[in-house]
């Protein structure tokens, strides 16, 4: 069992930054490799940020330069920093273990998510 904790989300005005936090604990390894993804109403989750257990990371275009995550093995924690937000970054984020870097396949643990809300 892995459980998942988000927080850090919250209303902020565009343009401006958040810095989001998944919190790990259970059967967690630094091999893992961790993803963000997003979620609307109406629409499916979108991985918009993955990092392997080797520090390599990727993005998906829409965020690419405005995001960045980042591991903190000693403190079981994932981050994204989200910098010059825009209103169609508003979603609900959440944190999971990857089941391949390169495929981007979420595993089987999704923590509450956390609500992030860009007024323009």
């Known amino acids: 069992q892995v459980q998942l904790e988000e927080s850090g989300g919250g209303l902020v005005q565009a343009g401006g930054s958040l810095r989001l936090s998944c919190l790990r604990s259970?059967?967690?390894?630094?091999?893992?490799?961790m993803g963000w993804f997003r979620q609307v109403p109406g629409k499916q989750r979108e991985l918009v940020a993955a990092?392997?257990?080797?520090?390599?990371?990727k993005y998906a275009d829409s965020v690419k330069g405005r995001f960045s995550i980042s591991s903190d093995d000693a403190k079981n924690t994932v981050y994204l920093q989200m910098d010059s937000l825009k209103p169609a970054d508003t979603a609900v984020y959440y944190c999971?273990?990857?089941?391949?870097?390169?495929?981007?396949?979420?595993?089987?643990?999704w923590g509450q998510g956390t609500q992030v809300t860009v007024s323009s």
């Open positions: 990092i392997s257990s080797g520090g390599g990371t």
């Open positions: 999971t273990q990857l089941r391949g870097y390169y495929s981007g396949r979420p595993g089987d643990y």
């Open positions: 259970g059967s967690i390894s630094s091999f893992d490799h």
